[in-house]
T-cell receptor
């Protein structure tokens, strides 16, 4: 596809279960971001990947959160032992390069922990 | 730490009126500033990207200005329409690459 693709679009999970969220960036985009947006709030930075460099994980809220990206392709955000406060929309964005270029966002994954 | 503020938080105007949305940021060391639109329950749609060396950028009814030295950007939407109702977010791209977002301005255009 031409845009950033995220799956699933919606996920309902029971508290304590693990979830995996997927982001497929625009082909050729070297930089990839994950953000979290809680209901009625702004975007919260989680993690940043740039090519084969070590990712910037400074925004991950706890060690239950982890993310991987193989090369310049798909990224997976994993949340272990989900808690109700993890309920949010998780947004992924990619850019052609890390600087001076436009960021494109996917439609997000709405995660609900019950 | 970069702080991005958007004023007002919400705005309601009658159809046809021009919209003025403000964004301010505390650290002028940015590479670019981007305006996004977010519809309820949706992702972000890029509207305009202004490079740090530019003063303004235009696309159709949208015009965005950037005063990097004073840490301000303004998004103008001319002749507003009900379809312009959405939340508008600005984001700055600093040297550490982490896009920093404002909390957004929620716009309602009344028919």
């Amino acid at each position: 596809g031409a845009g950033v693709s995220q799956s699933p679009s919606n996920k309902v999970t029971e508290k304590g279960k693990d979830v995996e969220l997927r982001c497929d960036p625009i082909s050729g985009h070297t930089a990839l971001y994950w953000y979290r947006q809680r209901l009625g709030q702004g975007l919260e930075f989680l993690i940043y990947f740039q090519g084969n460099s070590a990712p910037d994980k400074s925004g991950l809220p706890s060690d239950r959160f982890s993310a991987e990206r193989t090369g310049e392709s798909v990224s997976t955000l994993t949340i272990q032992r989900t808690q109700q406060e993890d309920s949010a929309v998780y947004l992924c964005a990619s850019t052609l390069r890390s600087l001076n270029t436009e960021a494109f966002f996917g439609q997000g994954t709405r995660l609900t922990v019950v | 730490k970069q702080e991005v503020t958007q004023i007002p938080a919400a705005l309601s105007v009658p159809e046809g009126e021009n919209l003025v949305l403000n964004c301010s940021f505390t650290d002028s060391a940015i590479y670019n500033l981007q305006w996004f639109r977010q519809d309820p329950g949706k992702g972000l749609t890029s509207l305009l990207l202004i490079q740090s060396s530019q003063r303004e950028q235009t696309s159709g009814r949208l015009n965005a200005s950037l005063d990097k030295s004073s840490g301000r950007s303004t998004l103008y939407i001319a002749a507003s329409q009900p379809g312009d109702s959405a939340t508008y977010l600005c984001a700055v791209s600093p040297p550490d690459y982490k896009l920093s977002f404002g909390a957004g301005t929620t716009v309602t255009v009344r028919a």
